[in-house]
């Protein structure tokens, strides 16, 4: 990873996907979406910052998991709110 900040992204070895392309937040709440981004740390699946709730960047700040990776069918990049880094794979 070319990030030479961000020691979080660089920490990375496995990415976390999951099958389901919902917001676990928004589903809960009966919201919608724009973008889904899965966090690396502990594996939830939360909307971007384009979407009205921003629970991706809520729950980064929040639990302090810095880095997501988008969860868009055919986007390979990861992201760290802490360090505003992104990397693509
Ligand atoms: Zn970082
Ligand atoms: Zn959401
Ligand atoms: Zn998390």
């Known amino acids: 990873m070319p990030e030479q900040g961000c020691t ?16 676990d937040e928004c589903v809960k709440i009966g919201s919608e979406w724009v973008h889904l981004r899965t966090c690396q740390e502990c594996g939830v699946t939360l909307c971007c910052d384009s979407s009205p709730n921003h629970h991706a960047s809520k729950h980064a700040h929040q639990s302090a998991h810095p880095v997501i990776a988008s969860a868009q069918p055919g ?10 880094a992104f990397a693509e794979y």
Not at 8 to 23: D, P
Not at 75 to 80: A, G, T
């Open 8 to 23: 979080h992204i660089r920490a990375i070895t496995t990415l976390t996907h999951r099958k389901r392309y919902e917001c």
């Open 75 to 84: 986007e390979r990049w990861l992201y760290c709110y802490s360090d505003d």
